[in-house]
């Protein structure tokens, strides 16, 4: 069974910085390429961003392109997302899920833990 924390959230000051991580297990986590994903409060959850297999290629949202950088370590079974430059609209429930490669907007699997980000103005 799959299963996907994510943590390292928690409330900065707009401008600041975070970084999350997203611990995987359940599956072999080099064979999938993953993606995270954000549940602002009141809306529809929304891609932010995906990493492949060998974490040498990154797709980001247009919303967090330049400021948002994702990597992976295979040998950590996790999934990182540095966050700069943070903005209030970045406020949301951080989660990361496999996606396929033709389709990164598509996660794969349940959802398990997210963590909150809270930017403040």
């Known amino acids: 069974q799959v299963q996907t924390v994510a943590s390292g959230g928690g409330s900065v000051q707009a401008g600041g910085s975070s970084r999350l991580s997203c611990v995987v297990s359940?599956?072999?986590?080099?064979?999938?390429?993953m993606g995270w994903f954000r549940r602002p409060p009141g809306k529809e959850g929304e891609f932010v961003g995906g990493i492949n297999r060998s974490g040498g290629r990154t797709y980001y949202a247009d919303s967090v392109k330049g400021r948002f950088t994702i990597s992976r370590d295979n040998a950590k079974n996790t999934v990182y997302l540095q966050m700069n430059s943070l903005k209030p609209e970045d406020t949301a429930v951080y989660s990361c899920?496999?996606?396929?490669?033709?389709?990164?907007?598509?996660?794969?699997?349940?959802w398990g833990q997210g963590t909150q980000v809270t930017v403040s103005s």
């Open positions: 899920n496999a996606v396929p490669e033709y389709s990164l907007k598509s996660p794969l699997w349940a």
């Open positions: 359940g599956r072999t986590f080099s064979q999938y390429v």
